[in-house]
């Protein structure tokens, strides 16, 4: 393990690939990944299925297939990864404790971080539901993990909870294997999975799927013997007199997404509230100079295409930050450095809480990443990207963007929907009316507004 580390990547998943190969491009010589697992690809590994990689690569590939083609330019940059390498904690200064069974204890201090820790699962202990602990009861990362690598079957008559992409998957996974699937029951009137998914993997196999609807009881004693859903009301409490039974042996557990943080919480980043994960520049860099997220433990995301352009750039962002730094610091050698002057001018600098535009969520947008921009942005064709997601499904609607009294963006949607990811590009002559106002502001009008 190199001591002199300019970008150190913690995660090897998906988000960490991207990530060192954005900031070994951009210029950094010692890029170092460390891995909690025995193999790179995070989650890749287990997503068998297809459909990745449609706007990176213009083709689809399956999970192992998308991760490997990121693997193998590692190994063509020749960027090292430590693997079985667990990070315990990471300090505001920088400061990274991780452990390993051939390193024991190593204390790190790299230039940069970039944290592309992922997410887990929410359990089931998080959703209260009443009866027992049957076995019988997982979540659909461990029960896709079960079948797609380790090739047990977790039953055969299965009801899931959710319609969360990995949920919605799952139902046809176990449908190819050849269990039972019941029905596929969601707490909201609209799914937090892609339409597409919704599709494929329920409507073409007759699945039902119950909107406004949450399983109230799990029955059996030592396994699963059916669970009974309820109807819920427009404050999602259960309506008597709406019961279903279902005669089951499983309960696949599809309801949300957790952003893995506590590296965060260790070196001080704020999180939002919103997203459980970091608040972030237009550069992907927390609250703590030199320390960038990203990923789904910065926001949960819907495609991995997403992630990679995200962590791409959190990763070039690091080595620039790096670049930066050396050149105010005149005694800092360059040599590990192949990066241009004008890489340096882009880098993020810390900021006062006035030097930043501040991006508010209006009417129908949850959230936006990142949260705020910086005025350090001087290149002429420079653009920023906000994603966003909204807060319920909105049909024949508007998008707006504004800065003060000026209409920015004003875009037709004919469907936008809480499980899609929606995207907005603000372009140079954008920037130079909102670096007037310190604010954008994003709307969603429907017909009924006014």
Do not use: W
Request: glycine share 10%; charged share 25%; with cysteine.
């Amino acid at each position: 393990m190199k001591k002199d580390i300019d970008v150190l990547i913690i995660g090897g998943g998906p988000a960490g690939l991207a990530a060192a190969i954005g900031a070994r491009e951009a210029g950094a010589e010692n890029v170092i990944i460390l891995e909690r697992e025995n193999i790179l690809g995070g989650i890749l590994k287990q997503c068998i299925h297809n459909g990745f990689g449609l706007h990176i690569f213009k083709e689809e590939l399956t999970g192992p297939e998308y991760a490997q083609r990121y693997i193998d330019k590692i190994h063509a940059l020749k960027i090292p990864y430590k693997l079985n390498a667990m990070t315990l904690s990471v300090s505001s200064g920088k400061t990274v404790a991780a452990v390993s069974p051939d390193g024991g204890e190593l204390k790190l201090h790299p230039k940069s971080i970039v944290l592309t820790c992922g997410c887990r699962e929410r359990p089931r202990g998080a959703v209260n539901i009443a009866g027992s602990r049957p076995a019988g009861v997982y979540t659909a990362g461990t029960a896709q993990k079960y079948v797609n690598v380790m090739g047990y079957m977790p039953g055969r008559r299965v009801v899931i909870l959710g319609s969360g992409d990995i949920g919605l998957i799952m139902a046809r996974r176990m449908v190819f294997e050849g269990a039972k699937v019941l029905a596929v029951i969601e707490l909201m009137p609209f799914s937090s999975g892609l339409k597409r998914n919704v599709v494929q993997c329920l409507n073409d196999f007759d699945i039902p799927l119950y909107y406004s609807y949450t399983v109230t009881e799990i029955r059996g004693k030592e396994r699963v013997e059916g669970v009974t859903a309820m109807k819920v009301d427009g404050n999602l409490k259960p309506i008597p007199g709406t019961e279903i039974d279902f005669d089951c042996d499983t309960l696949l557990l599809s309801v949300g997404l957790l952003p893995e943080n506590e590296l965060s919480k260790s070196a001080g980043v704020a999180l939002s509230p919103v997203t459980g994960g970091p608040v972030v520049d237009e550069t992907m860099m927390t609250s703590v100079p030199g320390i960038f997220a990203a990923g789904n433990m910065l926001h949960v995301h819907d495609l991995v295409d997403f992630v990679s352009e995200e962590s791409e750039l959190a990763g070039r962002s690091a080595a620039r930050y790096v670049m930066l730094q050396m050149t105010n610091d005149k005694s800092t050698s360059k040599a590990s450095f192949r990066a241009e002057q004008s890489g340096a001018r882009q880098s993020q600098q810390i900021l006062k809480k006035d030097d930043k535009i501040q991006i508010e969520t209006g009417k129908g947008v949850r959230y936006t990443v990142p949260q705020f921009i910086t005025l350090q942005l001087t290149n002429n064709d420079e653009t920023v990207k906000l994603k966003f997601r909204v807060d319920n499904i909105y049909k024949d609607c508007r998008l707006i963007a504004s800065s003060g009294d000026t209409v920015l963006v004003k875009q037709k949607k004919r469907i936008m929907l809480p499980g899609e990811m929606e995207t907005l590009t603000l372009t140079k002559p954008m920037l130079d009316i909102v670096r007037q106002n310190k604010k954008v502001l994003l709307t969603v009008c429907t017909n009924r507004d006014s």
